[in-house]
């Protein structure tokens, strides 16, 4: 657990200054059950949104009570900002990270933390730089509990995948190489596309 906490750490470093910088695996069903608990959390009303990948279809479900980063999240995915966009940093036991967009300038969003913002593994959170408020477009699935003081208190969790946590989970091992820009090993040699985000009925 020591082992995993301390790597958690050098990359949580590495993420904060880098560019913008429980749950099973489940097969690949966009239509699943939407979540109805933790209470507080998600709702069966919470929007859904099917993420089409060149790996496979993940499936998120947004939270009720983040609402700026939830409403954010679905302008984007609306706008088509995601399309053709790959998950540009991929670390095995920690995270993948997407949703970088250069050919757009989105505005930056507010934190919304709070005392039930919670990394666990499977859930979708803003990335953003070492600036408060800072968050735009990209975002990440925790694929391990990531959830330290630091993590929980510095990335907004706005949601989960309910379905295609085996696709997440293909995504985050597949062969990385160092990105030169920032010296972590956290590239894909191979590009992982994400092809596609919409928003379910």
Do not use: W
């Amino acid at each position: 657990m020591g082992v995993i906490s301390a790597a958690a750490v050098v990359v949580a470093a590495i993420f904060v200054f880098g560019l913008n910088g429980l749950f099973s695996a489940q097969p690949s069903n966009p239509s699943a059950t939407p979540l109805a608990s933790p209470a507080g959390e998600y709702s069966a009303n919470g929007t859904r949104v099917l993420l089409t990948t060149s790996m496979g279809n993940i499936t998120v479900q947004l939270r009720d009570d983040k609402p700026i980063t939830s409403a954010n999240f679905i302008n984007l995915t609306e706008r088509g900002i995601y399309d053709n966009t790959i998950f540009h940093r991929v670390v095995a036991g920690f995270m993948i990270q997407g949703g970088q967009n250069e050919t757009v300038n989105v505005p930056s969003i507010i934190d919304e933390i709070g005392s039930d913002n919670h990394n666990y593994n499977g859930t979708i959170a803003m990335a953003k730089t070492n600036q408060p408020n800072s968050a735009t477009s990209q975002f990440f699935i925790n694929v391990a509990n990531n959830n330290s003081t630091s993590f929980d208190g510095t990335y907004t969790v706005f949601g989960q995948v309910i379905s295609g946590m085996d696709v997440v989970m293909k995504i985050s091992q597949v062969p990385v190489t160092t990105n030169l820009q920032t010296g972590e090993k956290s590239q894909p040699v191979q590009p992982v596309t994400l092809i596609n985000a919409e928003v379910l009925p």
